[in-house]
C-alpha cells in the first residue's frame, strides 16, 4: 500500500531557506519570496516587485538570474537532507511573479543526486570579492571544472584569452562610465546602499565595497558615485586578470533562471577550490554594450554576466532577509 511522504519538518524547511537566500543577487537586492507547503513539499518562488532596478535591470534579466542562484542553493540544499528537489521554471503563464517551483520528493538516488565535492559547504562560504587578487593563475582543472558545471545545468562559459579578456573589461568599463554620467542609475545605485548600524537585512554594506584599480585595467562598479565623503584609497590589482562570460544560445526568462542557476554553480565550484570570485555586471545593462561583450564568432551568443575569479582574501559578509519576505 502507497504511503505518502511524511511532510517535511520545520528545521528542514528552515535549512532549504537559508541555503536559497545566501545566493547572491544584484545590489544585494534578494528579490525572492519563498511560499512553503510542509505537507505537499512544495517550495514556491516568487519575485519582489518592490525589489527590482528599474533603470539598471529594466527587463528584469538580472533579477531572473539572481532568483535562479537562490533555486541552485535549494537544489543542493535538498540533496544535502536526502531529498530530490524536481525543479520547474514558470510553472503557470497565469501568474508571472512565480518564477519556480521545487517540489521535495526523496529519497535522492542515483542521477538524481547533483555531484557535491564540497558545493554544500561552500554555500555558507562563497562571497563576493571587491579586493585585488594575487594575480596566481588558476589551475587548467579547476577553470575545466567550472565550464562543466555551467554546461550542467544549461549555460556555457567562454574563457577569453588576453586580447579577449581586454575586450569584456573595455566593455564593462565604458558601460561604468556611461552609469556614472547618467544621475538617475546612480541615484538607483545608491539607495541599495547601507551604512553601518542598519538594520535593513539587504542592499549592500559600505563595509562590503572595495577600491577602485589604481592602474584602471579592472573596472570595479563604484556604488558611491560622486557622494562627499572619504573614499577607500585606490590599491593594485592583479595583472593577469582571469575571467569568464557565462552566456546560453537563447534569451528567454527561463534561460535567465537557468544562467542563474549555472552562475551559482560555477561560483560554488570556484569557492569549493579556494577561488574568490566578484561579478562584473556593468555591460549587461546597456544593450549594445552587451551584444558587443557576444562571444566573436560564437553564432547565437547571450551574454549574462562577466566573471573575474582568482586568489585573494575574502570579500564581507553581505546581510540577509527573511527568507518567506
Known amino acids: 500500500m502507497y504511503a505518502p511522504s511524511p511532510a517535511l519538518d520545520r528545521a528542514t524547511v528552515e535549512s532549504l531557506l537559508g541555503a536559497a537566500v545566501a545566493a547572491p543577487s544584484i545590489h544585494n537586492t534578494q528579490p525572492w519570496r519563498f511560499q512553503v507547503d510542509p505537507r505537499d513539499r512544495l517550495v514556491e518562488v516568487h519575485s519582489v516587485p518592490e525589489r527590482t532596478l528599474p533603470l539598471t535591470d529594466p527587463t528584469h534579466r538580472a533579477q531572473h538570474l539572481s532568483v535562479g542562484a537562490a533555486v541552485f542553493n535549494l537544489r543542493l540544499a535538498a540533496v544535502h537532507h536526502g531529498l530530490r528537489p524536481e525543479v520547474a521554471l514558470l510553472p503557470d503563464p497565469s501568474e508571472p511573479g512565480l518564477l519556480a517551483t521545487v517540489r ?18 561552500a554555500i555558507a562560504r562563497r562571497r563576493t570579492s571587491r579586493l585585488p587578487f594575487t594575480g596566481r593563475p588558476v589551475p587548467d582543472p579547476v577553470v575545466a571544472e567550472m565550464v562543466t558545471a555551467a554546461h550542467a545545468a544549461g549555460a556555457r562559459l567562454y574563457l577569453p584569452d588576453f586580447a579577449g579578456t581586454r575586450r569584456l573589461l573595455r566593455l564593462t568599463a565604458a558601460a561604468e562610465a556611461r552609469n556614472h554620467a547618467h544621475p538617475d542609475r546612480t541615484a538607483e545605485t545608491r539607495t541599495w546602499l547601507r551604512t553601518p548600524g542598519s538594520d535593513i537585512p539587504y542592499g549592500i554594506p559600505v563595509t562590503a565595497l572595495g577600491p577602485p584599480d589604481a592602474a584602471a585595467r579592472i573596472p570595479m562598479r563604484d556604488f558611491t558615485g560622486r557622494l562627499p565623503g572619504p573614499r577607500l584609497p585606490a590599491l593594485g590589482f592583479e595583472r593577469h586578470v582571469q575571467t569568464a562570460l557565462l552566456w546560453t544560445s537563447h534569451d528567454r526568462r527561463e534561460d535567465w533562471l537557468r544562467a542563474g542557476q549555472a552562475l551559482q554553480y560555477v561560483l560554488l565550484t570556484a569557492t569549493a577550490h579556494g577561488l ?29 554576466i562577466l566573471i573575474r575569479f582568482g586568489y585573494g582574501r575574502d570579500g564581507a559578509r553581505t546581510p540577509r532577509d527573511d527568507p518567506r519576505g
Do not use: I, K, N
Open 104 to 121: 521535495l520528493t526523496g529519497p535522492s538516488v542515483g542521477d538524481d543526486r547533483l555531484p557535491d565535492h564540497g558545493l554544500y559547504a
Open 276 to 304: 574568490r570570485t566578484s561579478l562584473l555586471h556593468q555591460a549587461m545593462e546597456w544593450p549594445d554594450l552587451r551584444r558587443a561583450a557576444a562571444m566573436p564568432r560564437g553564432g547565437r551568443c547571450h551574454p549574462h
